[in-house]
């Protein structure tokens, strides 16, 4: 708890500090972590591998695009309502979905999310079609207040959601809901026999993670001033699971740091090279053979190791 | 325009898109039935098949050579994937392997574009395969008639293999009961070695075919790997018979929903995904629930 206080006070001091560049990037990977944080309820907590993530980002970042384009709503609350648009989508699909188990479900997510890229891409009123949508406001208020309309002011928008964000997944996975998910993920059926319907406890932490992924995408609508159909788009959903692994699945804080780890390399490699995926399925592949838990595992058993030692 | 030539010649097209997809479908259904394992890069090793059959083209001159040149070395590379790095995996659960292979896709994608750019390249039909027939007065393309007749046989050769020959039976025995067979003396990680390189042998002749038609590009890969998870799913995971209705449902409802809903097409194919998912959670042949 004090580490974290810690950490958030350093990243509340960065606009002090950093260049607008990298206070851009900074933006990006809180946003993205968000993402991440939001798949790990599912992955990490409840073993519910989904291949169809970036449909509640693309949600949210639609929802969001809409709202501040054609309505005068403030920035905060449109963010709220779109990421409640994307938790509401989310109890039909997870309702779908939970018919289903194991590879199955992980296919129907992808199904999904492949259902929604095809709409996007049709539904040219209200997605843009391939043009996406563009020019996207970051809009003032409520009492006028622009404070969020700048560079450092959105930056602390996004760092606000993060925190809260992370405060109400760590007591959720804490409380007796959690406990029923971590029975789910190590097995079902007794978690079934013990009298827990546990298909509604899935739709519910699906809904959660939807919604926590919606206010990602719904930041990053404002946040990059435009939407395009790639953010619906399957590898993106790959992505986010690349990030929530290599992480550390069913902690919280790995996913967040899996989502820096991956802006940061692919910054860093694209600088020098132009196929910087390839290094970066490499990267992936070695940690998913060797290193399963992810880099916040490595380091919490790298501390107790040298704790103890 | 006369229905019934226009319906005929549709009909076709759809069967022979559907032997398209069932090279892909029944070689990740195989794959699962004896692995457990979803291959996510079975896309990426149809793209593979689909560039090492544009080379060996311009290296022989000739398509029949592609033809044996391309399923060889798409099904070695994979058989050393599974022998180098997916055997560490049998004993964790299924999700190592779809993050595994969907690494293995994007090194393989960059890999490709890295070795033979960014163009699409053009994979001419050979001479003899070339032009267009007319049925009741409909033109309709030979290779396509020719992809028709490929996925028959290939079809009958895959029934025969498993249905008549030892390590047909081995694979069967295998998806029943793996440990059993390792009980009465085979070595079943060469079994699944085996059947790993002969799916994604068949992912590359899918390639090699594919090439004429929709040119070799990067783009193959993404498209088709969600086409044959499509496909598997809807006819059953690990269904040798069920891959078949998959592929030709899909073929069907691609071709017909292009033509009658241009607007839905796309999303045509995951309703009917859907549809037969809440109905039968399994797939229409699949075993489990």
């Known amino acids: 708890m004090r580490i974290l206080a810690v950490v958030v006070c350093v990243l509340a001091l960065a606009p002090a500090g950093l260049p607008p560049y990298a206070m851009t990037l900074l933006t990006e990977a809180l946003i993205l972590g968000l993402f991440a944080m939001s798949l790990d309820l599912m992955v990490g907590y409840t073993r519910l591998l989904s291949f169809g993530h970036a449909a509640a980002y693309g949600l949210g970042a639609y929802a969001a695009g809409n709202l501040l384009l054609h309505t005068s709503i403030p920035l905060v609350f449109t963010i709220l309502l779109a990421a409640l648009c994307s938790g509401v989508v989310a109890i039909g699909v997870a309702w779908v979905c939970t018919l289903a188990s194991g590879v199955s479900f992980s296919m129907l997510t992808l199904a999904f999310a492949q259902l929604l890229y095809a709409v996007a891409f049709k539904w040219t009123a209200v997605t843009g079609a391939s043009d996406g949508l563009a020019g996207i406001p970051r809009s003032p208020g409520p009492f006028g207040i622009t404070f969020f309309e700048g560079r450092a002011g959105f930056y602390y928008l996004v760092l606000a959601c993060l925190v809260a964000a992370f405060i109400f997944c760590r007591s959720l996975v804490r409380s007796p809901f959690g406990a029923v998910l971590r029975g789910i993920r190590e097995n079902e059926a007794k978690t079934l026999s013990l009298g827990y319907n546990t298909r509604r406890y899935k739709i519910a932490v699906v809904a959660i993670s939807f919604t926590l992924g919606g206010l990602a995408g719904a930041l990053y609508a404002p946040f990059a001033g435009f939407t395009n159909t790639e953010l619906l788009f399957w590898l993106f959903s790959g992505q986010v699971l690349i990030m929530v692994i290599v992480g550390g699945t069913g902690t919280l804080i790995g996913p967040i740091i899996g989502a820096a780890f991956f802006m940061l390399v692919s910054n860093l490699l694209s600088s020098w090279t132009d196929s910087w995926a390839l290094f970066f399925g490499a990267i992936f592949i070695l940690f998913v053979l060797f290193a399963p838990q992810g880099i916040w595992g490595l380091a919490t058993r790298w501390r107790s190791l040298s704790s103890t030692g | ?289």
Request: one cysteine or more; a neutral charge; aromatic letters at 12%.
């Open chain 2, 1 to 289: 325009m006369d229905f019934l030539g226009f319906l005929v010649t549709q009909c076709l097209n759809a069967l022979s898109q559907a032997a398209l997809l069932f090279f892909l479908g029944v070689g990740l259904t195989l794959i699962f039935g004896i692995m457990r394992i979803v291959n996510f890069a079975h896309g990426a090793f149809f793209m593979l098949g689909a560039y090492v059959g544009y080379s060996a083209v311009h290296l022989t001159g000739s398509f029949w050579a592609s033809l044996v040149a391309a399923p060889l070395l798409v099904g070695g590379f994979g058989a050393a994937f599974e022998l180098g790095i997916l055997r560490r995996l049998y004993r964790r659960d299924h999700s190592a392997f779809l993050m595994v292979t969907f690494g293995l896709t994007l090194v393989m994608g960059e890999a490709i574009r890295l070795s033979w750019g960014v163009a699409a390249l053009e994979v001419p039909a050979p001479k003899s395969l070339s032009g267009i027939v007319f049925i009741l007065d409909e033109p309709f393309p030979i290779y396509r008639l020719f992809l028709i007749g490929a996925g028959i046989v290939v079809a009958l050769a895959i029934w025969q293999f498993l249905d008549r020959t030892r390590l047909g039976l081995l694979i069967r025995a295998t998806s029943q009961n793996a440990e059993m067979v390792h009980a009465l003396g085979t070595d079943v990680r060469l079994v699944r070695s085996a059947v790993f390189g002969i799916g994604c042998g068949l992912a590359g002749i899918g390639g090699v075919f594919a090439a004429p038609l929709v040119t070799a590009s990067l783009g193959m890969a993404p498209n088709a790997v969600i086409d044959t998870f499509v496909i598997v799913i809807i006819g059953g995971m690990g269904s040798f018979a069920g891959s078949l209705i998959g592929a030709l449902l899909v073929a069907f409802v691609q071709v017909f929903g292009t033509y009658y809903f241009p607007d839905l097409a796309l999303a045509l194919m995951y309703l009917l995904m859907l549809i037969v998912l809440v109905i039968r959670p399994g797939g229409l042949l699949g075993k489990e629930a």
